[in-house]
């Protein structure tokens, strides 16, 4: 089986939402990354940090999905990473209520052994330094390497940020970062933009409004499925791209033409995400609904042009 590393937060979350609130609950990108990878016929290994607080129980649904968790850094007498936030009426807007780094401050990322030589790298949302480094842990060069970042970085770590995009295949955004990172209020010149810093693929992820993926001139949509209920949107585009690096990790293949497939799973997956708050929805999902979605996925964005 092919191998996908994952970096990132595996932290607590506290979640308000008009349809209610929770207390700590788990969260945080490689968390999210990793569910949804798990649904993929791969081997997976998450690196990240978390302090002695955090419940076996957590431990065990990770290790439960066959992810590999020897790079999980458990720190004795630590804190694990805590975000709160409240979302708007809307879910597209959210206010951040509190942020603490705790063990995340001094976080000094190690790559298991046995995934140095990864087949992906998913990066998922951290300080690029971390990123960087963990890209210089590996003993070979990746097939792909998958970059998510935030415009958090873009404000306080910029240079830094910079230099990890460099070094990466696929970045992915949401639609307000690409215009923030390119200066670029069009989509389209704001990809090409990002083209020259490095990556080949920008994929830009516009919420309830789908995905779309650039390379060069080619560019393909991915439509986000219209949901009767969206509850909690915490975690959906990590859920995406987690979905992404999946897919092509097991498919073995990384064509533009690949890469469209990739998007839609991605989406098909984080669709399932925003039902239930944080990662609820992921942890209990069966792979015949994951098949049924794409059916409707299928559906959605197949159909035949009369020419006149």
């Known amino acids: 089986m092919n191998k996908l590393l994952i970096v990132g937060t595996v932290a607590f979350d ?14 945080g990108a490689a968390t999210y990354i990793g569910l ?12 990240s ?14 290790t439960s999905k066959n992810i590999d968790i020897s790079g999980l850094e458990i720190v004795e007498g630590g804190k694990t990473f805590f ?12 206010d951040t209520l509190a942020t603490e780094l705790n063990v995340l401050a001094d976080f000094q990322p190690k790559v298991p052994q046995n995934f140095k030589d990864a087949d992906v790298v ?12 963990v890209l210089d842990q590996m003993t070979t060069q990746p097939k792909l390497v998958v970059l998510d970042t935030m415009n958090f970085w873009m404000d306080c ?8 995009i460099k070094r990466v295949d696929v970045i992915t955004i949401n639609d307000e970062e690409a215009r923030q990172l390119s200066g670029e209020y069009s989509l389209v010149k704001a ?11 920008v994929v830009i992820k516009k919420g309830e409004h789908g995905a779309l993926i650039f390379q060069g001139k080619e560019v393909f949509f991915a439509p986000a499925l219209p949901l009767e209920e969206v509850f909690d949107p915490t975690g959906a585009g990590d859920t995406f791209a987690g979905g992404f690096a999946g897919f092509i ?18 989406s098909n997956l984080a669709s399932f995400c925003v039902e239930k708050f944080g990662t609820e929805r992921m942890e209990h999902l069966k792979h015949e609904e994951v098949v049924d979605r794409l059916k409707q996925f299928k559906a959605l964005t197949q159909f035949d042009i009369a020419l006149a």
């Open 14 to 27: 506290a979640i308000e939402t008009p349809f209610g609130k929770t207390d700590k609950i788990l969260g």
């Open 122 to 133: 998913m990066l998922g949302n951290l300080h690029p330094m971390v990123q960087s480094s």
């Open 49 to 62: 940090v978390v302090g002695d607080d955090f419940p076996q129980e957590h431990l065990d649904l990770l």
């Open 83 to 94: 975000w709160s936030g409240k979302y708007h009426n809307d879910l597209n807007s959210r």
């Open 191 to 201: 990809a090409a933009k990002i083209h020259t810093m490095g990556p080949k693929y």
């Open 157 to 164: 770590a910029l240079p830094e940020l910079m230099d990890v």
């Open 36 to 47: 949804s990878a798990s649904f993929f016929n791969l081997k997976s290994a998450i690196v």
């Open 249 to 266: 990790t097991q498919s073995e293949n990384v064509s533009f033409e690949n890469m469209k497939n990739a998007v839609i799973y991605g």
